[in-house]
């Protein structure tokens, strides 16, 4: 599976960026989407992840009511949807993808077989 993601960018923050994670290849390999996120100095954590069937959505707690994930199965394509942005938003968003994944593991980076090249968002105060 080789994943694109685009999007990125400078906003104010209060501002809104959308985010998008084109899939391609054997993308039947992967039943799960997620964006990740690195900030400077900072390990990489979850931001949210969709299952492909069903379309179940899971985020991390400090961009719940603030981001939205969805996807378009017809395009192979996964949105990350980010309102209200705050400065600690700032960092590379990472889309990842993988097969089988567990609820339990669904935030873990460790879990995602393939990842995309990434994409900068800034949020300046």
């Known amino acids: 599976v080789q994943l694109q993601a685009y999007g990125g960018g400078l906003v104010q923050a209060g501002g809104f960026l959308s985010l998008s994670c084109a899939a391609s290849g054997r993308t039947f390999d992967a039943n799960t989407m997620a964006w990740f996120r690195r900030g400077q100095g900072k390990e990489r954590e979850f931001v949210a992840a969709?299952?492909?069937?069903?379309?179940?959505?899971y985020y991390a707690d400090s961009v719940k009511g603030r981001f939205a994930i969805s996807r378009d199965n017809a395009k192979n394509t996964v949105l990350l949807q980010m309102n209200g942005l705050k400065p600690e938003d700032t960092a590379v968003y990472y889309c990842?993808?993988?097969?089988?994944?567990?609820?339990?593991?669904?935030?873990?980076?460790?879990?995602?077989?393939?990842w995309g090249q990434g994409t900068e968002v800034t949020v300046s105060s």
């Open positions: 969709i299952r492909w069937s069903g379309g179940s959505t």
């Open positions: 990842a993808a993988a097969r089988g994944v567990i609820l339990s593991y669904i935030r873990r980076p460790d879990t995602y077989n393939y």
